[in-house]
């Protein structure tokens, strides 16, 4: 990690993080091991005419699945080759029947597999896809990093990174932060997350009008909202003066500027049902 958040409370983490995030990034970029896997990214992903010639290009793949954060699936390559051989069109296909969406980036970020099952061999020596791809790379690299000392940041950091492909409760169920985003932040029963998964859509259209996303102020009251009873349910805070340390000996790093911690928040009074009527 660039900076650590550990010890600060959510909104204050993330007003951190937001105030530091381009210089986060350049850091990032600048370093030997990301800046080689970058570049090894560039170099031959231009080469990859098909889901088998990725998987054997160790690197390259490795760089797509940190990007799409499938770290954890790298050694499923036979699982992985599948997903990207299947039409998106087809609900019985592999990648429409596994309930992770993040399978289905993947899948439509590559596009080796056109709808009606056409093999397709992409264009990735377009730059501007290229850098698509090393940009969620690097913001996935941040989050990863952000959500293992503060997992309420990171949740509402997964909000913020797949708010814009949300067009129904389905998409928000099928990801695991986002359901816990949502039904936190709408003071709904953790309980729900255990029912028949059209009854949860049912609930939560009847808690809440999707539609209302399309106002990135609203995102942010969504998520001002969702820290402040996340942290009452989940506290993170813990070490306040080590984390002060740290921000303050990463200061001169981050280009020297300076950093406006001061954060006014509201007192919170809540129940859980009540939150968001």
């Known amino acids: 990690m660039v900076i650590s958040i550990s010890g600060l409370n959510s909104p204050l983490a993330l007003k951190l993080i937001d105030s530091t995030h381009d210089s986060q990034i350049e850091t990032l970029s600048a370093s030997g091991q990301h800046a080689r896997a970058v570049s090894?990214?560039?170099?031959?992903?231009?080469?990859?005419?098909?889901?088998?010639?990725?998987?054997?290009?160790y690197e390259v793949y490795s760089f797509v699945m940190k990007a799409f954060d499938l770290e954890s699936q790298?050694?499923?390559?036979?699982?992985?080759?599948?997903?990207?051989?299947?039409?998106?069109?087809d609900s019985s296909s592999l990648v429409n029947r596994l309930?992770?969406?993040?399978?289905?980036?993947?899948?439509?970020?590559l596009g080796f597999t056109a709808?009606?099952?056409?093999?397709?061999?992409?264009?990735f020596n377009d730059p501007d896809w290229q850098q698509g791809?090393?940009?969620?790379?690097?913001?996935?690299?941040?989050t990863n990093g952000y959500t293992e000392e503060n997992e309420n940041v990171g949740i509402a950091l997964t909000f913020r990174n797949k708010v814009e492909s949300i067009d129904n409760w389905y998409d928000v169920l099928k990801n695991k932060d986002l359901s816990n985003f949502f039904i936190t932040a709408l003071g709904l029963p953790t309980e729900m997350a255990a029912i028949d998964v059209d009854k949860q859509a049912q609930l939560l259209s009847k808690s809440y009008?999707?539609?209302?996303?399309?106002?990135?102020?609203?995102?942010?009251?969504?998520?001002?909202?969702?820290?402040?009873i996340a942290d009452v349910q989940n506290p993170q805070t813990s070490n306040i003066k080590s984390a002060a340390l740290t921000i303050l000996q990463n200061s001169s790093s981050l280009n020297s500027s300076l950093i406006q911690l001061s954060w006014?928040?509201?007192?919170?009074?809540f129940s859980s049902y009540s939150l968001y009527r």
């Open 99 to 109: 309930t992770d969406d993040r399978f289905n980036d993947l899948n439509e970020a």
């Open 264 to 269: 006014d928040i509201p007192s919170v009074r």
């Open 133 to 142: 791809i090393i940009d969620k790379y690097f913001e996935q690299t941040l």
């Open 40 to 57: 090894v990214f560039q170099e031959r992903i231009g080469s990859i005419t098909s889901p088998e010639d990725l998987v054997q290009d």
């Open 115 to 123: 709808e009606g099952g056409e093999q397709v061999v992409p264009d």
């Open 209 to 228: 009008d999707l539609e209302k996303l399309s106002d990135p102020k609203e995102q942010d009251r969504l998520v001002t909202r969702f820290l402040a």
């Open 74 to 89: 790298i050694f499923g390559k036979a699982i992985i080759r599948k997903v990207l051989e299947s039409d998106p069109s």
